[in-house]
């Protein structure tokens, strides 16, 4: 059984998630929370494999959540699940420690793939984010000072 955690400020996105996820005989929903801050309290008390978290959230945001979740809980893995499409955010929070990040307009299948992925220690890494993985190797190694700055940062 995969132990999930959802981590999205609008009720009804962890709503539809928590339905939807429960239709897969392996997954199974244990905790939820609306914000970044919350998310960091729900991997320090509750026993989770994977967590589902969207970037754009008030007060504490996914990004700046990131870290401190992976400092926290090493071995949790963190998918990305936001409205921004992949070229904006995806590249940047794959090398800051999320294990596969994904758009909400991907197909409801993908989620659960790239869920169980995850659970085996792996990362989801989809074409278009291998895409500009690959484009990446191709320029210098300065990246620019913007592109390394977090949400709050920029």
């Known amino acids: 059984m995969i132990k ?4 999205d400020d609008h009720a009804i996105v962890r709503s539809g998630l928590r ?3 429960s239709d897969q005989v392996d997954l199974r929903v244990v905790g939820e929370a609306g914000s970044g801050r919350e998310a ?18 008030p007060g504490q945001s996914g990004i700046d959540a990131l870290a401190m979740i ?3 809980a090493p071995d949790v893995g963190i998918l ?23 758009n909400k307009e991907c197909d409801p299948s993908e989620i659960v793939d790239a869920i169980r992925v ?7 890494i ?8 690959a484009q990446q190797l191709n320029r210098p190694h300065d990246v620019a000072a913007h592109e ?7």
């Open 80 to 102: 990305i699940l936001s409205g921004y499409p992949e070229e904006h955010y995806a590249v940047n929070l794959i090398r800051q420690g999320a294990s596969g990040y994904l």
């Open 148 to 154: 390394q700055l977090s949400e709050r940062e920029f």
């Open 40 to 57: 960091i309290d729900l991997v320090r008390n509750v026993e989770l494999d994977i967590l589902v978290m969207d970037l754009s959230m």
């Open 118 to 124: 995850i659970s085996l220690g792996k990362r989801y």
């Open 70 to 72: 992976r400092a926290k």
């Open 19 to 21: 339905q939807f996820f």
């Open 126 to 133: 989809t074409a278009s984010v291998a895409e500009l993985l």
């Open 4 to 7: 999930i955690g959802i981590v």
